[in-house]
């Protein structure tokens, strides 16, 4: 499985980015995908996982709320929706797949899309 994750950028607090996680190879319908997220000097942490169907649905804390993550099986492609931005959520936001929407599930990553939030 491939995974191409685009639509980072540099917005301003309070603002909205969606980012897109475009796949290939293996049957992306039959894969949860989920996205994740790493700041400068920290580790990479989980922010939202979608199972195959889109029916079960999984955030962190600290998103909850502001972000929305969705898919289209028919596009073979992953959204993430981030609403109200931040500065605390400036990291590189990466894609990933897998065979349960469990972030320890994640086998497949593509690289990072950048996401800046100015205060």
């Known amino acids: 499985v491939q995974l191409q994750a685009s639509g980072g950028g540099l917005v301003q607090a309070g603002g909205s980015l969606r980012l897109s996680c475009a796949a290939s190879?293996?049957?992306?319908?039959?894969?949860?995908m989920g996205w994740f997220r790493q700041a400068p000097g920290k580790e990479r942490e989980f922010v939202a996982t979608i199972n195959w169907s889109g029916n079960t649905i999984f955030y962190a804390d600290s998103v909850k709320g502001r972000f929305t993550i969705s898919r289209d099986n028919a596009k073979n492609t992953a959204y993430l929706q981030m609403n109200s931005l931040n500065p605390e959520d400036t990291a590189v936001y990466y894609c990933a797949a897998g065979a349960t929407p469990s972030s320890d599930a994640m086998a497949y990553w593509g690289k990072g899309t950048q996401v800046t939030v100015s205060s």
């Open positions: 190879g293996r049957t992306f319908s039959i894969l949860a």
